[in-house]
């Protein structure tokens, strides 16, 4: 007897068809099982779960569509052929609706019987095999969706880690393009200026009228206010005079709040500091590392004169000093965002607009980095990065 391995029940309540069928079947080489109600017939389809059922529709008790129903819904990948009686066609409609794979009208011929049955099992193979293949597919589609949302975040954060690259080149390149116009520039103006202020004060000297000395008094301050840009100017462009010194951070900034601790208190601004870390003294020009300071601080009050919070954070990682000094004013537009560091971008009607651009040419001397970290109707925080080790 060859075996096939396959499993099938037969389910019908006369012993005649479960005997006579259980040998056809057997001698095929299929391991058959069979029940004689359709109670106990669903019993044995939930242990050995076979492949195919052949199932009685006329039966007492559990009738046979309903037993169909049963198997159909439990256990999709059991498959199932329904015996009917001579003349029940339209029954058998209604059982193929229900899910049975086919239909035998009893008596039956044995050879149609097997070919019936091999046939519905082909077909049952084709089927799984296909939902097996559908399943895969769906499968594979989740995990190609998977990556291709990986893909895209990394592609996202490679534009933005290229983006801000590039922006830094661009500032680079502005403060470079400044260095070399506005050095000289300075320079040249200043000289005429140092006559101007020369000739003024021989011309002063023989003044008595007071209205006259008045016109005079305010030429002066013009030509400071003049010598003033050009100072900050230069300043922004290239290195002056400088003296390299161990420099404590947590007291130069000490130090620059000192200076404005008139203003901070006129105008109400609560001054928080939270120092984490004290970092240890670097190498630098104390007045340039001040600048910093002076610079930011400055930005930060005039944001806040009527009142708010100017908080310094202190901090270093080992490698690098984290200064972050952050107000409570009205934030930065983010349409200026990328505008804040050119040389001669303002919003103040007084403003020369190179406060930033001479902090951003003190942080690139000394190898760190500058950002605006936070910037929202809240308030703004910058923050600034300085190597420990400048070299
Ligand atoms: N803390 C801040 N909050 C809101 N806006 C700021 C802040 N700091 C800078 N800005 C914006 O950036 C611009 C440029 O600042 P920057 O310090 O370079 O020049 P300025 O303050 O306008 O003039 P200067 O510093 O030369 O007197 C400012 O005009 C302002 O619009
Ligand atoms: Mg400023």
């Known amino acids: 007897m060859r075996k096939n391995g396959r499993n099938v029940l037969i389910i019908d309540d006369e012993k005649v068809i479960l005997d006579l069928t259980s040998i056809i079947l057997k001698n095929r080489g299929y391991?058959?099982?069979?029940?004689?109600?359709?109670?106990?017939?669903?019993?044995?389809?939930?242990?050995?779960?076979?492949?195919?059922?052949?199932?009685?529709?006329?039966?007492?008790?559990?009738?046979?569509?309903?037993?169909?129903?049963?198997?159909?819904?439990?256990?999709?990948d059991t498959y199932v052929i329904m015996f009917t009686g001579k003349g029940s066609e339209e029954i058998a409609v209604e059982l193929m609706k229900a899910g049975a794979s086919d239909y035998i009208l009893k008596p039956f011929n044995n050879q149609d019987l097997a070919d019936r049955i091999e046939n519905v099992l082909k077909i049952r193979d084709v089927e799984l095999a296909n939902r097996e293949l559908l399943r895969e597919r769906e499968r594979l589609?989740?995990?190609?969706?998977?990556?291709?949302?990986?893909?895209?975040a990394r592609v996202q954060?490679?534009?933005?880690?290229?983006?801000?690259?590039?922006?830094?080149?661009?500032?680079?390149e502005k403060l470079a393009t400044l260095g070399y116009l506005s050095a000289g520039m300075a320079h040249e103006i200043r000289n005429p200026l140092?006559?101007?202020?020369?000739?003024?004060?021989?011309?002063?000297?023989?003044?008595?009228?007071?209205?006259?000395?008045?016109?005079?008094d305010k030429i002066f301050k013009e030509i400071?206010?003049?010598?003033?840009?050009?100072?900050?100017?230069?300043?922004?462009?290239?290195?002056?005079?400088?003296?390299?010194?161990?420099?404590?951070?947590?007291?130069?900034?000490?130090?620059?709040?000192?200076?404005f601790r008139p203003q901070t208190e006129l105008h109400k601004i609560l001054v928080e500091r939270d120092y984490h870390r004290v970092p240890p003294a670097i190498q630098a020009d104390p007045s340039e590392i001040e600048q910093i300071f002076?610079?930011?601080?400055?930005?930060?009050?005039?944001?806040?004169?009527?009142?708010?919070?100017?908080?310094?954070?202190?901090?270093?990682?080992?490698?690098?000093?984290?200064?972050?000094?952050?107000?409570?004013?009205?934030?930065?537009?983010?349409?200026?965002l990328a505008n804040i560091f050119d040389p001669f971008f303002t919003t103040k009607s007084i403003g020369?607009?190179?406060?930033?651009?001479?902090?951003l040419r003190i942080v690139k001397t000394y190898q760190g980095k500058i950002e605006v970290e936070k910037s929202n109707s809240q308030?703004?925080?910058?923050?600034?990065?300085?190597p420990m080790q400048t070299g």
């Open 31 to 76: 391991n058959v099982y069979t029940a004689a109600d359709g109670v106990a017939g669903l019993g044995i389809v939930e242990t050995v779960q076979p492949e195919l059922v052949l199932l009685d529709y006329m039966m007492p008790g559990m009738d046979g569509l309903t037993a169909l129903r049963e198997i159909r819904k439990c256990f999709p």
């Open 141 to 152: 589609l989740a995990e190609i969706e998977t990556w291709n949302r990986e893909l895209e």
């Open 157 to 172: 954060e490679k534009t933005e880690a290229l983006q801000k690259a590039q922006a830094e080149i661009v500032q680079s």
């Open 194 to 216: 140092n006559s101007i202020t020369l000739f003024l004060q021989l011309i002063k000297s023989g003044i008595e009228d007071s209205e006259k000395l008045e016109y005079i």
């Open 224 to 259: 400071d206010r003049i010598d003033g840009i050009l100072r900050k100017l230069l300043a922004a462009s290239k290195r002056p005079k400088f003296e390299i010194r161990n420099v404590q951070i947590d007291q130069v900034i000490e130090a620059t709040l000192e200076v």
């Open 294 to 336: 002076t610079n930011l601080f400055l930005n930060a009050i005039h944001e806040m004169l009527n009142g708010g919070t100017l908080r310094i954070q202190l901090d270093h990682d080992g490698r690098d000093i984290v200064i972050r000094v952050a107000d409570t004013g009205k934030g930065i537009p983010p349409e200026h």
């Open 352 to 359: 020369t607009g190179l406060g930033l651009s001479v902090v």
């Open 379 to 386: 308030g703004t925080t910058f923050c600034v990065r300085l």
